[in-house]
């Protein structure tokens, strides 16, 4: 089965532009923060912009010279903070190597954090806080999962990287105990030993080591589910961590790549404004 993330994010779309046809006076709000000229973040914050036009977010892209210092930047966001009518504050990653991304995503208002990667969210979702941000790959896997009916509770989920972005908070969100979760979890990394007998008992294997189609049928066990959180460009095109046409044939669902998490993502970040607004 393909688990297809492009048509679950339509769905939700079409019920967030729904309910924002409903709302009389102002409409939610996101703003974007490029700093520099990088192709692929601009491609990424091009693709944000347009599905929250479609479902009816006023979005802006603010772009900031590769030059611009820590403090401006620092600057930039604390008014975009004090902006009653920017309900949702996003920094494209990555950053200029002079900036340190930690100091910019701690200067977000948590209210405002829709990428949910100020500590005081990242806190929240640790200690099971309902009123805080949820990372949107994270947030994005489970709701995908959630929305094929795949059981999460009880069942092994390998992680296989640990990222802030998507590996740790991913683990804190599938452990948590409450109802969609309550998953058994492994993180592994680059150094754990004996990492096949690892991803071999998974129920869910998630890709999420940022190498282009690493993961092969080898590594998982017969009827696994597997969630491709990787892009990489290889030869003009795009490719997840895992070799999907290798493993699709021992896995019993996938995701594709492009069209698996990568939609689902920015319908949580959509989603996530939307909760900011309200």
């Not at 490029?34 to 802006?60: D, F, H, R, T, W």
């Not at 004090?82 to 948590?110: C, K, T, W």
């Not at 489970?142 to 989920?157: A, M, N």
């Amino acid at each position: 089965m393909i688990l297809d993330g492009k048509k679950i994010a339509l769905s939700f779309q079409e019920a967030m532009r729904e309910k924002i046809s409903s709302f009389s006076g102002r409409k939610p709000g996101l703003t974007m923060v490029l700093v520099g000229e990088n192709p692929a973040s601009l491609s990424y914050v091009q693709a944000k912009k347009k599905a929250c036009l479609n479902v009816g977010i006023v979005s802006e892209i603010i772009t900031l010279p590769p030059t611009l210092s820590e403090r401006d930047l620092i600057l930039a966001i604390d008014q975009l903070n004090r902006e009653p009518s920017v309900d949702g504050i996003l920094v494209q990653l990555p950053l200029p190597p002079h900036i340190n991304p930690q100091r910019i995503m701690f200067a977000i208002d948590p209210r405002k954090d829709v990428d949910g990667f100020h500590p005081v969210n990242i806190g929240k979702l640790l200690l099971g806080h309902d009123d805080g941000f949820i990372p949107c790959t994270p947030l994005g896997v489970k709701t995908l999962l959630e929305s094929y009916r795949i059981p999460i509770q009880g069942k092994h989920v390998v992680i296989v990287g640990r990222s802030d972005i998507v590996g740790k908070p991913l683990a804190a969100l599938l452990m948590q105990k409450k109802e969609g979760c309550n998953a058994t979890v492994t993180v592994t990394h680059s150094q754990t030993e004996h990492l096949f007998d690892i991803t071999r008992s998974a129920d869910i294997l998630v890709a999420a080591l940022g190498r282009p189609q690493s993961i092969r049928k080898e590594m998982i066990k017969p009827q696994a589910v597997v969630v491709d959180v990787g892009i990489n460009r290889v030869n003009g095109k795009l490719v997840g961590d895992v070799d999907f046409e290798d493993v699709q044939t021992k896995a019993s669902a996938i995701t594709p790549v492009p069209g698996g998490i990568g939609p689902m993502t920015i319908a949580m970040l959509l989603q996530n404004t939307l909760l900011a607004f309200s």
